[in-house]
């Protein structure tokens, strides 16, 4: 059976993945979340308001109605095993110290605020830019790696599998194998392998073996599909390193946590730089990693959260509650329950679920998560790369791209933007001269 197959194993729980009827529209209000409301241990940071987010999920890894584990049988003992490590290792000061060194001395972090004058001039807004694609590898897709190659060691594992889109979280997944040792497997759709053949290559020269995905759309949930394959046939030697908020317990809870370092710094420079939270955090949604990151610094404050999605894989908005890839979440699906196809000029968020803790963060009405179109996108990367000499990836385009069009509007003039800056433009420098060409704007 595969694992989009299984059958839940939550308590009561027995819906077949992706057929999960709708649950009806999300619950609004505070109540019931489930959550915590803790940040970093015993810290109260400047700016905050007490807001009940963001916290641990439940003890089915819930996030109010979103989250929990819907994997086969024989998964749930390695998440298990993987939720006690995370556990031990979260609470580790010296699991902190090596996870921070690494990323300082190997990774490059602090990644720099960036004031944006040039474009804050032109639309009226100040902007400001985490600058997460300056990290090595690229992206912020690191942090989140290292902080798994770490647990795999600490689990005794030798092998590490993952699943990429536009080839990132590959890249760093083959990055960290390297630096650790560990053999190293990546499963990519094989449309992702022709419009990233430059981050395959990369994989491949770090010592990765680059499995190309031929099923389905040939795209991030194939590849998810067949991870998760292996993974049941390897779980005693192999530990799965997801990408993304997403995924069954604890990996969506985990991997908020080990991108939280970006909106903690984010958090202290704004501090610095303006003696408290911006007015608006924005960054764009795939599965919602770089978002979660970002948020999580920021989910205390009064500052709006805003999560920008593709049109055409916008899950929140166009999608239902659905069980896919062990979550339960929102999902483009056909009136059968069928996983529709996510269709996005970005390979990083052509996917058409989204991390359950977005999920809840709209239903909360704590986050909201419109959506761009990829003309918007092609004119963000060309804007910010002419006012700023910031060439984006096409993933936090999405981002530049809704406040290019919301400056004046939603985003009031005068209000200041913190935008993360995901990931860096090389990767998709040739689709964009393609594109570009064909519209005859280079
Ligand atoms: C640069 C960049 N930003 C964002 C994303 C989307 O992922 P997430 O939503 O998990 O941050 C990706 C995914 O590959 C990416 O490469």
Redesign the pocket.
């Known amino acids: 059976m595969s694992a989009t197959e299984a059958t839940g194993t939550e308590p009561g729980s027995t819906v077949p993945a992706q057929s999960m009827p709708s649950a009806g529209p999300p619950s609004t209000g505070l109540s019931g979340t489930g959550s915590s409301g803790k940040g970093l241990p015993g810290t109260r940071l400047p700016g905050a308001i007490d807001a009940p987010v963001m916290g641990e999920p439940d003890a089915g890894g819930r996030f109010g109605e979103f989250g929990g584990r819907f994997v086969p049988e024989a998964l749930v003992p390695a998440c298990d095993e993987l939720e006690a490590a995370f556990r031990q290792a979260w609470s580790d000061p010296a699991f902190h110290a090596e996870y921070e060194h690494i990323l300082s001395e190997y990774g490059g972090r602090p990644s720099p605020l960036t004031e944006c004058r040039r474009l804050s001039e032109r639309i009226g807004v100040r902007v400001l830019l985490k600058r997460?694609?300056l990290n090595h590898t690229?992206?912020?897709?690191i942090n989140n790696v290292i902080g798994q190659a770490l647990l795999t060691t600490r689990m005794g594992k030798l092998r590490i599998i993952a699943e990429?889109?536009?080839?990132?979280?590959g890249v760093a997944t083959a990055t960290a194998a390297a630096r650790f040792g560990l053999e190293c497997v990546v499963y990519m759709g094989e449309v992702d392998t022709a419009r990233q053949a430059l981050n395959v290559f990369r994989m491949q020269i770090l010592g990765a073996s680059v499995v190309p995905v031929h099923s389905g759309s040939r795209t991030?949930k194939d590849a998810v599909n067949e991870a998760l394959r292996d993974w049941v046939a390897s779980v005693e030697t192999t530990h799965y390193c997801i990408?993304?908020?997403?995924g069954p317990h604890p990996y969506p809870w985990m991997?908020r946590e080990l991108?939280r370092i970006v909106g903690d710094e984010s958090r202290a420079q704004c501090q610095a730089l303006l003696g408290g939270p911006p007015d608006l955090v924005v960054?764009?949604?795939?599965?919602?990693?770089?978002?979660?990151?970002i948020f999580a610094g920021f989910a205390d404050t009064s500052a709006r959260l805003v999560g920008v999605q593709p049109v055409g894989g916008a899950a929140i908005g166009r999608g239902l509650p659905g069980v896919v890839h062990g979550m339960k979440s929102y999902l483009m699906q056909d009136e059968a329950g069928q996983v529709l196809e996510a269709e996005s000029i970005?390979?990083?968020?052509d996917?058409p679920g989204v991390?359950p803790e977005h999920s809840h963060l709209s239903a909360l009405g704590r986050a909201s998560y419109p959506q761009v179109n990829d003309d918007e996108v092609l004119d963000a990367v060309q804007v910010l790369a002419r006012t700023e000499g910031i060439i984006p990836?096409?993933?936090?385009a999405h981002a530049i791209a809704w406040l290019l069009r919301e400056a004046g509007r939603e985003v009031p003039t005068g209000s200041t933007v913190l935008v993360n800056l995901?990931?860096?433009g090389d990767?998709d420098a040739d689709q964009v001269m393609r594109l570009l060409t064909e519209r005859g704007s280079p």
């Open positions: 997460e694609e690229g992206s912020h897709k990429t889109g536009a080839g990132q979280h991030l990408g993304s908020v997403m991997v991108q960054a764009c949604v795939g599965g919602g990693s770089n978002a979660a990151g970005s390979a990083g968020l996917y991390g990836a096409l993933e936090p995901s990931g860096r990767k």
